[in-house]
Each structure stands twice: as structure tokens, then as C-alpha cells.
């Protein structure tokens, strides 16, 4: 929104935040610094500065000496988006569980009491920080749409700005035919649990993505998930399995919406084994990687 003073403020502090971070990355390599770059996202999300941006990653990539993956794919898309890396060493590193992160104890049902839910209703949850790309408007607009018998969508999690609460807002407004929940605040630890344990299903339907620390997240709470087949999204249903993981291709319609509702209640599903993604291996491989460099 480059027309508000929040845009603009925000365009001066990249600038200065990106000058600060070269300036300390050169003075690291003048020391003979190894540089190894553990790779999230391909670029940003909200692609507030793009000029800004294709500068950057283009000096930055130059001068790294080896890459981290959460995922092989992650790899894969970023040899072909920057190729002065693909001649370094690249290592997997996967994006470690929550399970012991927050408490993980409460039933369905009193979870659903809490919150005043229909105790046998179908809920589906979106949770997380609101930011544009995740697409949350949407998502509001195809569960109205859909036309899920008895069912409830709640999106829960702080707006990044006043610019996207209010516009979260004003689709659940016009959504009065059907039963939208809103809980747009930081969700402090002892809560987080309220919403997976009320989940039938957890929707991400973002409009760019390559690795979520939001499914991740859900599926630590044995939550089955509803993402975009993007980014690493096909490897997460190939290790974590078709049953808990569930991709659609382009924008998410309302039928997708539907079946895939249907798919997070009828489903049997078997125990879901996170312990390869324990932080204390993930630490020590990422430790082992960084003296091997």
C-alpha cells in the first residue's frame, strides 16, 4: 500500500535494515567469515520493496559458501532461482516439530466448550500471523461458498497491520449466512492448544509458500492440513502421508473447500511419527554441518 505513511516508513527501514546487513556480512568475509545461508523463503512474502529485493539477493547469493535446506525441493527451487549457488555444498536440515513447545493436553470437547462451539459441528481452523499472502479473504469468501453444513471457521492469530484486519473483517461481515469466528490477537502459549484441539481441519491457503512452520505446527497436534501444492508442500505429503497432509492445484475453490472438509472427518488416520524432527538431531546436524564448512 504505497500510498499510507506505514508503507513508507517501512520502505526507509528496509533500506536501512538491508545497508546495516551488508555492511556486517562484508566486514565478516573481509575476516574470512564462512557464510552459510539456511533457506526459509525464496524472497519475501509481501514483496513490499521488489526493486530493493532483486538487488539484494542477487549481491547476497554471491557470497555465501554453502546452503541449508528445510527440504530437497527447497534446494531444488532455489538452484533454479539463483544460480550462482548451485555450485556449493547443500545440505538438508528439516523445520523441527512444536510438540513440546506448547501444552498439548486438552480434549475436543472442552476445547470446543471454551471457545462456544458446536461440540459435533465441523471446524476449520486458520491460525497464525494475518499477512496479505495467506490469503485469508479468500478463504473466508469459499467457505461462504461452500456451504458446509453446521460448520465453523475460525481464524485465529494477531493482523501484521490494520490494513489486512480490517479488510479480515470486513469479509467475515459480509459472511453473516454462515458461522465465521474471528480471534485476531497474539494467541499466548497456554491458548495455542484450544484451536488444533477444536480442528477437524486446518486450511493454509496461501498464495506463496515453500516451507510452513504453520503445518508443521497443526500436525504436531495431529490436525490434518489443507495447503497449496507448492514449494515443499509435495514432499510434506510424501514424508508425512496422504492422510495428514492434502494438496490442491491453483486457487483454492469452495468445492475443494467442501471435499476436503469431508476428507478431515472420514479419514482414518494412522500415528503420526514427528521424532525425526526433534530439535536436539536437528541441532547437531546443523552444528556438524557448520564445522564441516
Known amino acids: ?169 470486513q469479509c467475515a461481515e459480509a459472511a453473516r449466512a454462515v458461522d465465521v469466528r474471528l480471534d485476531l490477537r497474539h494467541i499466548g502459549t497456554d491458548d495455542v492448544q484450544l484451536f488444533f484441539a477444536a480442528a477437524d481441519l486446518v486450511v493454509l491457503p496461501y498464495q506463496r509458500i515453500l516451507n510452513s512452520g504453520a503445518l508443521i505446527l497443526a500436525l504436531g497436534f495431529d490436525r490434518p492440513v489443507l495447503v497449496p501444492a507448492l514449494g515443499s508442500m509435495p514432499e510434506h505429503r510424501q514424508t508425512f502421508g496422504a492422510a495428514w497432509v492434502r494438496l490442491y492445484e491453483g486457487e483454492l475453490t469452495a468445492a475443494e473447500l467442501a471435499d476436503a472438509c469431508r476428507w478431515a472427518r472420514g479419514t482414518e488416520r494412522p500415528t503420526l511419527d514427528l521424532d525425526a524432527l526433534d530439535w536436539p538431531q536437528l541441532a547437531a546436524r546443523t552444528r556438524e554441518i557448520y564445522e564441516r564448512s
Open 1 to 169: 500500500h504505497p500510498e499510507t505513511v506505514l508503507y513508507r516508513r517501512a520502505a526507509w527501514l528496509a533500506w536501512l535494515e538491508t545497508g546495516l546487513f551488508v555492511l556486517l556480512l562484508t566486514q565478516a568475509r573481509w575476516r574470512g567469515t564462512r557464510i552459510l545461508w539456511t533457506i526459509h523463503d525464496l524472497g519475501s512474502n509481501d514483496r513490499l520493496h521488489p526493486a530493493l529485493e532483486a538487488w539484494f539477493w542477487q549481491w547476497f547469493t554471491r557470497r555465501v559458501d554453502g546452503v541449508i535446506g528445510l527440504s530437497r525441493h527447497s534446494l531444488e527451487l532455489a538452484d533454479v532461482q539463483f544460480p550462482a549457488i548451485r555450485g556449493l555444498p547443500h545440505h538438508v536440515v528439516p523445520h523441527g516439530h512444536y510438540r513440546n513447545a506448547y501444552p498439548h493436553g486438552i480434549s475436543r470437547a472442552t476445547a470446543r466448550e471454551r471457545l462456544g462451539l458446536d461440540p459435533d459441528g465441523p471446524v476449520l481452523v486458520h491460525f497464525g500471523l494475518l499477512r496479505p499472502y495467506k490469503n485469508v479473504p479468500l478463504l473466508i469468501r469459499r467457505f461462504v461458498e461452500a456451504e458446509i453444513p453446521d460448520a465453523t471457521l475460525l481464524i485465529a492469530g494477531k493482523a501484521y497491520d490494520a490494513l489486512i484486519e480490517a479488510e479480515v473483517r
